[in-house]
Every structure is written in C-alpha cells, then in structure tokens.
C-alpha cells in the first residue's frame, strides 16, 4: 500500500471561524486561504464584506455550514467613515469620480438632519455594484460587463446610525461614524444618499464590520494568527447556542424531529436551536402554529 494510501485522513470538526477580514481581500479569498489551513473544501461565509471593508467575517466549517443563511439575515453593525465633497461610481473610494462640490460649508445641524432621515424603516435603493440579482445576474457583473443597471428601493432597517467626529479639511469634509443596521443595508447606499441630500456628493471612504449578529470582534482570528494554531473560533454546538434562542427536548423527541416529524410547537419566536440531552445541537427549527418544524438539520447523515 502507497504511503499516501496509508495516511491518516485530518478530520475537521463542524463550527465557526470568525475571521477579522484584511483589506484588499475579497470575501472569497479568506475563504480559499482558510479552505487551504485547515483542509477542507466545507468553508462558506455568512454575508460577503467589500474588498475595502475589514472586520468580521463569519465562517462556517463542515455541517456548520448550514448556518450561514440564517446567520446572514442577522443584524450588523458597522464602524465606517464617509467622505462628503465627492461622489463616485460605485459609492466608495474605489469607484470613478462622478461629481464633486465644495463641502466645506455644509452644516453641521444640516448633517444631523440628513443623517435622521437615513435613521429608522427608510427605502434604500442599493449600490449599482452590488450583489443583488437582476435576472439572475449579480448586479455588479452587469456592470462590468457595460450594462446599466437600475435596482429598485427596498426596505432596510438602520436602527443606529450615530456621527463619532467630524473632520474638515479644503472642500472635503470626512464623517467617522457608527451603523447598525438589518440584513441586506449597504452603508455605501448610506454615504451616497446623505451626500446627495446635502447637495455636495458622498461615498464610503472606509469600512469595517465589528458585528455580525452577537459575533463581535471580541472574538475575531487573524487569518496569520489562524495559520499559526488552526481550530475553530466555536464549536457547532456552541454557534448554535450563542446565536439562536434555545429549545432542549428528550431523546424521543430529537429522533423524531430527525426523521421529519413535527413536535409540538415550543412557544419561541424565529429560528431556534434544538438541543439533545447531551447538549448537542440537533436542528435548527421553527414553530408553525401549533407545531415545530426542522428548517436544518445538523447531527451527521
């Protein structure tokens, strides 16, 4: 037998890297490298970060995977800093210069009005290099590809959106500033609209993510600090239990979610965690009326 035939196979727990994304990396990149340290192929991110953009970024591992779409619809918050005077092709500092203005003279209570009014249940109409799908087609390669792509608003909730500083300087004035904000609100849509409000132009000069639902940057691995002493930032249970309300049931009752069979409903608002008596993390389920559904299931095939 040949010595590769012999090697013991590295197998690779299930749960959750949560990785503090470098800029000028997409989102894909961290999940090649951490594909690449850890050695497996079962790595996917919940909700992409812009190359310009760092911070948190979560990874699911093996069956842990099967969170991410339900992470991604959690709450985010954001550390950004936007830059008024100018306005650009794809509402950040790496886009083209569309227009620019002198913002030297713009208000500071004018800001704060502006800012209220992107503050709440708004319509926001995303950016044209977004990865929204038109047609089936991302938004963003549309563009590239020389289309012109008009999205439609949608509603977002920004429940926070707080000026930190503001700095001035020539015709330009920089906003650092603090938003939290539901699934699918792109701060740069935040920074070309208060900038056009203003009538000077805006975009997002720089980003970092410090929350995805409640994995802050508390807990964030280097990819370096990663390659360094490869493991998991939680364990499959422990994601699920951090992330999700909890629901306990006996062994009878995890058998039967597992073969399909709805339980009585538990009473819990959402998706929650199901959980065996020996702590395991069954399923992801969900009440239906009077009963309980899987939505995801966990335990191994």
Do not use: N
Not at 18 to 32: E, I, Q, R
């Amino acid at each position: 037998m040949s010595p590769a035939a012999t090697k013991q196979r590295v197998t690779v727990p299930p749960g959750l890297v949560v990785v503090d994304k470098p800029d000028g990396m997409t989102s894909h990149d961290v999940v090649a490298r951490v594909r690449r340290i850890l050695g497996t192929r079962k790595v996917g991110h919940a909700g992409t970060l812009d190359p310009m953009a760092t911070g948190v970024l979560v990874l699911g591992i093996e069956r842990a995977t099967k969170l991410l779409g339900h992470l991604a619809l959690d709450t985010k918050a954001y550390l950004a800093t936007i830059r008024l005077g100018a306005a650009t092709t794809t509402d950040d500092a790496q886009g083209e210069e569309l227009s620019s203005a002198d913002a030297s003279g713009v208000a500071d209570e004018a800001i704060a009005a502006g800012i209220a009014k992107l503050t709440g249940h708004i319509q926001q109409v995303p950016s044209a290099v977004s990865a929204v799908k038109v047609d089936g087609k991302r938004a963003y390669a549309r563009v590239r590809a020389g289309e012109t792509v008009e999205l439609p608003p949608r509603p977002v909730e920004v429940s926070r959106f707080d000026l930190l500083g503001t700095r001035r300087e020539g015709e330009v004035a920089e906003l650092d500033v603090m938003v939290e904000c539901s699934s699918g609100t792109y701060v740069r849509a935040l920074a070309r609209d208060l900038g056009a409000d203003l009538g000077v132009g805006g975009h997002l000069a720089a980003l970092r993510r410090t929350r995805v639902g409640p994995f802050d940057l508390r807990v964030v691995t280097t990819l370096d600090q990663l390659a360094e002493a490869p493991g998991l930032s939680l364990s499959l249970d422990d994601a699920v239990a951090k992330a999700f309300p909890r629901r306990d049931v006996d062994v009878r009752s995890a058998a039967a979610l597992l073969r399909g069979q709805q339980l009585p409903a538990a009473g819990i608002t959402g998706t929650y965690g199901v959980f065996d008596p020996a702590g395991h993390a069954v399923a992801l389920a969900v009440d239906e009326g009077e009963a309980a559904r899987s939505l995801v299931v966990l335990t191994p095939a």
